[in-house]
């Protein structure tokens, strides 16, 4: 008797769609002075388009967070690492860190200690396009685009197209 090896798939929402919801959502609460910080890959340029979207005057800052990971030591170097920048003073700012997918929250946890390096921000909010529910830390949204609920044998991945798109699609977790 075989056993049924079907995966399940979920209907994955517009992510134009959800980015336009999240920027929304997130108006009232943009003070002056604050700045965005996105996470590599995915939370970068979610940041670059809530820059646009929100009309903040500043570029956002970006953090790649390979080795500020809490499994760094495991895994080893990510071979696409890529240039955290942060263009601009950190002490004092009002902070919106950036990520495409909440998850375990180990990412965010990575990014808020890597951010400290920098400076010590008057306040840290997080918004994320979509949250997993799946947390292994005490991490939470306050601005987000979608709650989905994705199989754990599978990981969710937010894509940009040349022509500056975003689009969602789910693979097999390796």
């Not at 340029?45 to 953090?63: H, K, M, N, T, V």
């Not at 263009?87 to 990575?110: H, M």
């Amino acid at each position: 008797m075989q056993a049924n090896l079907e995966k399940t798939t979920i209907a994955l929402p517009d992510a134009e769609l959800l980015l336009a919801d999240l920027a929304a959502s997130m108006r009232p609460h943009i003070r002056p002075g604050c700045a965005l910080v996105g996470i590599h890959t995915g939370g970068v340029w979610l940041a670059q388009r809530l820059q646009r979207a929100l009309d903040i005057a500043e570029a956002p800052g970006s953090l790649d967070v390979t080795f500020y990971r809490d499994d760094f030591g495991s895994i080893g170097l990510h071979p696409r690492a890529k240039r955290t920048h942060i263009p601009f003073e950190v002490e004092g700012r009002d902070i919106v860190l950036v990520d495409d997918v909440l998850y375990t929250g180990r990412t965010i946890r990575a990014a808020m200690n890597e951010l400290f390096d920098y400076g010590r921000p008057a306040s840290i909010r997080l918004a994320v396009l979509i949250d997993r529910q799946q947390r292994e830390l005490p991490i939470s949204a306050q601005f987000c685009g979608a709650t989905l609920d994705v199989p754990q044998d599978q990981i969710l991945v937010l894509e940009n197209t040349p022509q500056d798109k975003l689009t969602l699609k789910l693979e097999s977790r390796r």
